[in-house]
């Protein structure tokens, strides 16, 4: 009996769990995870068909800053370190360090984000328009729906951040900030792509 | 599910070392791949740029995601998803490659 209220009493505290042992929320953002590289897959896809296609407006290897993207790239790739350091933490019920380690997530993705903002202006200024050719259109869907989820993922940091302090978590606050984890790590597994199909190698 | 086996699940991954480790590595592979914008590569520009891509996206999948140390159920989910985006991209590729163009 007492066994059985420990284990109830774990279930509570960690999310439901299926009979696979699994928990219901992470299987769920795997699998939304899976469904995203569809999207981008779709989107990295139609740029690789219409970067060459510049009927109009500067080519691509006029615009790119590849120094400034290097260093947008960078900024994202250790925003992974800062937010796997949030999960260990968390995992340590620590949230001092928790809150610290969201916070510095959040500031390096807003930062990423801040220079996508400013390079979409310089594209701009220097004649590169959404429509003004094939290749704008399905760059600027690419990396725009990247930035999206970036700004989706600096919201739910800031969101688990204020839960946390709120103490508002009813389950397993290491596993919440964990799922938050996995949809930064994706946003940066997808740069990755991005930033050697996109910006390394030449149309 | 066991005491046990929900300790397992927290213990899972590694040590904070482990990860800064993880990170480094990966910011050394980015400098190499930005070099290649710099330094001629010859004939190994697009398979080095390639392999590092790869590499870099399984460390972040396997160490910073986890799925080395979790469930191959997860892997599958997402490995799954990966393999049908390719599949698209190929299709599409190959599409324009022989019907189209």
């Not at chain 1, 960078?74 to 968390?90: D, G, H, I, R, Y």
């Not at chain 1, 340590?92 to 997530?105: E, F, P, Q, V």
């Not at chain 2, 986890?66 to 590729?93: N, R």
Request: include cysteine.
């Amino acid at each position: 009996m007492a066994e059985t209220a420990t284990h109830t009493d774990h279930a509570a505290d960690h999310g439901h769990h299926s009979s696979t042992g699994l928990s219901n929320n992470k299987l769920a953002m795997w699998l939304f995870l899976g469904s995203e590289c569809l999207l981008f897959g779709g989107l990295i896809s139609t740029y690789m068909l219409y970067r060459g296609r510049v009927q109009n407006g500067p080519h691509p290897s006029q615009i790119y800053d590849i120094p400034f993207t290097s260093v947008s790239s960078f900024v994202l790739l250790m925003s992974s370190l800062t937010m796997v350091l949030a999960v260990t933490s968390a995992q340590r019920d620590d949230d001092a360090r928790t809150n610290l380690w969201l916070t510095i997530t959040a500031l390096l993705g807003a930062t990423f984000i801040g220079g996508q903002v400013y390079e979409f202006t310089t594209f701009y200024r220097e004649g590169l328009g959404f429509t003004t050719s094939l290749f704008s259109s399905s760059f600027y869907s690419l990396t725009g729906f990247h930035g999206v989820h970036v700004s989706v993922g600096v919201i739910m940091l800031l969101s688990t951040m204020g839960i946390i302090k709120r103490n508002k978590i009813t389950g397993n606050k290491a596993e919440v900030v964990e799922l938050v984890g996995l949809y930064w790590h994706f946003v940066d597994i997808v740069w990755i792509i991005i930033f050697t199909l996109i910006y390394l190698i030449p149309s | 599910m066991s005491t046990e086996t929900q300790t397992q699940s927290h213990e899972h991954g590694m040590s904070d070392t482990g990860y800064i480790k993880i990170a480094l590595i990966l910011a050394a592979i980015t400098a190499l791949e930005v070099s290649t914008y710099y330094v001629d590569f010859g004939p190994l520009f697009m398979p080095s740029l390639m392999i590092m891509m790869v590499v870099k996206f399984v460390m972040v999948v396997s160490y910073f995601m986890h799925l080395k140390f979790d469930s191959k159920i997860f892997s599958f989910l997402f490995y799954t998803g990966l393999g049908l985006a390719l599949f698209v991209y190929i299709v599409a590729l190959a599409t324009f490659k022989f019907f189209i163009a």
